[in-house]
C-alpha cells in the first residue's frame, strides 16, 4: 500500500519570502504521480502542480515548484514570493499510473501567509 | 463549463438515519470519485466510477455505504443507518478520462448527531 507522509502539521511565512513543505512516500511502483493540492477554507482542493515519475525534471507553475528525489521518495513544494492568498491546508497526494486511479493524500500541512 | 458541484453543502442528521449526498461532475466526464475527509485529516478514497459502473469501491468503509452512477453522470453517495463516525466532509471529483487531472467539488458537510 502507498503512503503519504507530511510531517510538518503548521507552517508560517512572512508575505514575499519563501516557503518549503515537505512530502515524502512509500511505494514500490515505478510509475506513478505526485501532486500538490491547495484547500482554502472554502473546502475546494485546487491542483497547484502535478509531477510524473518518470520525468526528472522538476515541475514548475509560476511562484510553485517541486523538488522531486525519486530514489529518496521525496516531493517538497517550494512556494515563492508568498501571497496573502497562498494561506491554505496544502495536501501530497500520489496516484498510481494505470487503471487504479485512487489518490492517496497526506495528512495536510496548514500554511499562513503573515503580512 | 461549470465545475463539480455538489449537493446539499451541509447535511445535519440524527444518528440511524439514512442520507443521500448527490455530485454533479464537469460535463463529459467519464470518470468520478468520492472521498471522506474527516476533519485535521486529508481526503481518503472511498470508490471510483467509470462510467456507470464502480471501478473500485475498496474504499467504502463497511456495506452501509453505496453509491451509484445510473446515467453515467450524477453521482449518489448513500448512508445507511448512520453513525457519528461517518461525520466528514465528502468530496467529489471528476477527471475526463481515467487517470487525468481529478477536479473537486466543494464538499458536503456531513454531521451526525
Known amino acids: 500500500a502507498q503512503t503519504v507522509t507530511q510531517s510538518q502539521p503548521e507552517m508560517s511565512v512572512q508575505e514575499a519570502e519563501t516557503v518549503t513543505l515537505s512530502c515524502t512516500y512509500d511505494?514500490?511502483?515505478?510509475?506513478?504521480?505526485l501532486f500538490w493540492y491547495k484547500q482554502p477554507p472554502s473546502r475546494q482542493m485546487i491542483l497547484v502542480i502535478r509531477?510524473?515519475?518518470?520525468?526528472?525534471q522538476n515541475a514548475t507553475e509560476n511562484r510553485f515548484s517541486v523538488n522531486f528525489q525519486k530514489a529518496a521518495k521525496s516531493f517538497s513544494l517550494k512556494i515563492s514570493d508568498s501571497q496573502l492568498g497562498d494561506t491554505a491546508m496544502y495536501f501530497c497526494?500520489?496516484?498510481?499510473?494505470?487503471?487504479?486511479?485512487?489518490?492517496?493524500f497526506g495528512a495536510g500541512t496548514r500554511l499562513t501567509v503573515k503580512p | 463549463g461549470a465545475g463539480v458541484s455538489q449537493t446539499p453543502s451541509n447535511k445535519v442528521t440524527e444518528k440511524g438515519k439514512y442520507v443521500e449526498l448527490r455530485c454533479d461532475p464537469i460535463?463529459?466526464?467519464?470518470?468520478l470519485y468520492w472521498y471522506r475527509q474527516s476533519l485535521g485529516q486529508g481526503p481518503e478514497f472511498l470508490i471510483y466510477?467509470?462510467?456507470?459502473?464502480?471501478?473500485?469501491d475498496s474504499g467504502l468503509p463497511n456495506d452501509r455505504f453505496f453509491a451509484v452512477r445510473p446515467e453515467g453522470s450524477v453521482s449518489t453517495l448513500k448512508i445507511q443507518r448512520t453513525e457519528r463516525g461517518d461525520s466528514a466532509v465528502y468530496l467529489c471529483?471528476?477527471?475526463?478520462?481515467?487517470?487525468?487531472?481529478?477536479?473537486f467539488g466543494p464538499g458536503t458537510r456531513l454531521t451526525v448527531t
Open positions: 471529483a471528476s477527471s475526463r478520462t481515467t487517470g487525468g487531472e481529478q477536479y
Open positions: 511505494t514500490s511502483e515505478n510509475n506513478y504521480y
Open positions: 509531477q510524473e515519475a518518470y520525468k526528472q
Open positions: 497526494a500520489f496516484m498510481k499510473h494505470g487503471n487504479n486511479n485512487d489518490m492517496r
Open positions: 460535463s463529459g466526464h467519464t470518470a
Open positions: 466510477f467509470q462510467g456507470t459502473g464502480a471501478a473500485d
